[in-house]
């Protein structure tokens, strides 16, 4: 009985295992992936990363595209993955494109404060 008994236990451990572990493989199509993916890109363009960063900006769209081919193969793991690049690179994108943007900025303004003081000193 002891034999038995510990070789049903075992099999029903074994059966558990399975069926927990089949149950954390199933992964979800990653809809809510893409749209964040696509919305950051879309921020992104409105932050101008096509004149400042458009290699990142388009490694965020190519990977986007590669992750609507798995999610059509179902293969759901691999796109999430590729869609959260997506979005990282994307926002990436924009946040260099501001801080570009913001550089140009102070560079112009530093420009003017020194044009001014020129002309403050040849009134004087």
């Known amino acids: 009985m002891n034999k038995h008994t510990s070789m049903l236990g075992a099999a029903g451990v074994l059966g558990i295992a399975v069926v927990a572990g089949g149950c954390a ?5 990653p809809d809510q992936q893409k749209q ?8 992104a363009v409105s932050s101008d990363a096509r004149d400042y960063e458009p290699i990142l ?4 769209q190519n990977r986007v595209a590669d992750a609507e081919e798995l999610i059509e193969a179902e293969k759901y793991l691999e796109a999430t993955r590729l869609l959260e690049k997506a979005s990282v690179d994307a926002k990436l994108a924009g946040a260099r494109s501001e801080t570009a943007k913001a550089q140009q900025a102070v560079e112009e303004i530093n420009s003017n404060i020194e044009a001014l003081r020129q002309r403050i000193e040849e009134s004087q």
């Open 57 to 60: 900006l388009n490694e965020a």
């Open 36 to 43: 964040s993916a696509e919305s950051a890109i879309q921020q």
């Open 25 to 29: 493989s199933s992964v979800e199509r």
